[in-house]
């Protein structure tokens, strides 16, 4: 029976480049001789695929944050069993580009933080969680720069603020930070310095 993977989390406000280091990341570990899946969250399921359709940015839209809320904590368990957890079992590392922490930040800050840490209560603990934290104003000129869809959460304000919980929580969290304002591939070596120590373990 193949020795069980690890379940890793990037984290950080949109433009703090987790998906890019969510790549660098899985080429590292299969340099190290592991097998490694990328995923993210919201996911690509049916729950997944509806949440990213609210958070479009809509001319009159009103939004439901108890219901956006809901929907995250909902995609959360579906994606554990359906994905993360079967790949885990066969000894596969899974990054994950965000996951529980990100809607403590997001959701709680239109819902009381307690009652989104309550219906995530059943979300499995990740091996390890990562936050790139980055200046928001650098953070949303990647952003703008990048173009693509307009969500919610785009304003600049908007980030700061969203910045401001990621430092708050994530020191309340047992979660790894890592400077984002530095090159690509310093972050990426520091990212990967903070993974060694759990395959050293192995």
Known sequence: MSQRGCFLVLEGIDGSGTTTQAQRLKMFLEAQGHRAHITRQPSDGPIGKMIRGLLEKKEGQSVNWEMLALLF???RLRHWQEEVAPLLAEGV???SDRYFLSSMVYQGQDCPEEWVREI???AATPDLTILVAIDAQRAYERVQSRGGTVEIYDELEKQKS????YDRLGRQEDVTFIEGDQSVDEVAQHIHQAVQPLLESR
């Open 73 to 75: 904590a909902a995609d």
């Open 93 to 95: 590392f899974v990054i």
């Open 162 to 165: 969203l910045a401001q919980r």
């Open 120 to 122: 995530n209560r059943y």
